[in-house]
Nanobody
């Protein structure tokens, strides 16, 4: 069964840094474009960043460009999101996502809270 398992979320102060991890299993991780999404309380889930299977192309939402870095390790089947200069507006549950054939594969999410 295809799945993602995210980890690394926590409470962090504004201006701080955090790195999220996401392990994929049950599908060909190395051949998929994979994305990070987030959902803040009371808001719709939104796309944050995406990375192609070969890591050649990385794209970011304007709200995180210059602060977040997406990367992947296809040997370890792991996706990362390095988050720097965090702001209270970054508070959300962060999810991994990939389209695997006709299926949308989501992780269970990891909570990031930015607060002093």
């Amino acid at each position: 069964q295809e799945q993602f398992t995210e980890s690394g979320g926590s409470l962090v102060q504004p201006g701080g840094s955090l790195t999220l991890s996401c392990v994929g299993s049950g599908f060909s991780f190395s051949s998929r474009l994979i994305s990070w999404y987030r959902q803040a309380p009371g808001k719709k889930r939104e796309w944050v960043a995406g990375i192609t299977s070969d890591s050649v192309s990385k794209n970011y939402d304007e709200a995180v460009k210059g602060r977040f870095i997406i990367s992947r390790d296809n040997v370890e089947n792991t996706l990362y999101l390095q988050m720097n200069n965090l702001k209270p507006a970054d508070t959300a549950v962060y999810y991994c996502y990939a389209a695997v054939g006709p299926r949308d594969v989501w992780g269970q999410g990891t909570q990031v809270t930015v607060s002093s």
